[in-house]
């Protein structure tokens, strides 16, 4: 299960943009209104990445916890507690506000609300999906369904999902065909299975990169039409 974090800031009417925590992290512009006649604006400058608590994210604890701030006439948090949410998840909550930084605001101290939510991406159709996956085991397997090699772990590059495909609802499936000369060195990569020329152009430009370990295939023979399967899926954010 893929797990996201979601930054939410109020009465600065400034939301954070924050690095991706476990997955992937998005940002919403929200307002509220303030009692006092005019609202004192607040702008964050920095933030640090924001860490899903190990033992929340073992026990897939989700939630929003909203935390009082007071931000100070340097900008710095001065103080923060938590007034709702999973109280597995104040602490780190907490900890991450306490590090963000503001413009120094023009009167101080201003007492603001912020929000930070944990949850987890849950798959949904790509055409109204916010963000798409690329999954792969790497496994290369013969025509007899047996696993042939696999792809080496340094490798951290995937296929590219464009929007536009991923919008248009292109998602499911593709088959890659590869042949191996009698040193396992990769020589040709094929579509099998197609999702869109888009999306197959950028895979094959992607695993000709991509080095291989043969390790169940027979030495010093050529090896050709392994299969590779590569998914690709649409996410939809949990809050």
Known sequence: ?????????????????????????QAETLSQ?????QATALKLVKSPPITYP??????????????QIVVDSSGKVSDAKAVSGPP??????????????????????????AEIGYGFAKNCPAA???????????????KNGKVAGKMDNDHDDLP??????????????????????DQGKLKEV?????????????????????????????????HHDLELKIDYEGSCDPF
């Not at 888009?198 to 027979?218: G, I, P, S």
């Open 1 to 25: 299960m893929k797990a996201a974090v979601l930054v939410v800031f109020f009465a600065g009417l400034l939301v954070p943009t924050c690095s991706p925590a476990v997955t992937q992290a």
């Open 33 to 37: 209104e303030r009692d006092q006649p």
């Open 54 to 67: 190990d033992e929340a994210l073992r026990k897939q604890i989700e939630g929003k916890v909203v935390m």
């Open 88 to 113: 597995e998840l104040f602490q780190a909550a907490l900890d991450n506000v306490k590090q963000w930084q503001f413009e120094p605001p023009s009167h101080a101290p201003v007492v603001s609300t």
């Open 128 to 142: 109204t999906s916010d963000r798409g996956s690329v999954i792969t085991d790497g496994r290369l397997m013969d």
């Open 160 to 181: 590219y999902y464009f929007d536009e495909d991923r919008k248009a609802g292109i998602a499911g499936e593709m088959v890659l065909s590869l042949t191996f000369d």
């Open 190 to 222: 094929h579509v099998l299975k197609s999702l869109s020329p888009h999306l197959d152009e950028a895979a094959l430009e992607t695993v000709r990169t991509w080095t291989f370990n043969l390790t169940n295939a027979t030495p010093g023979v050529a």
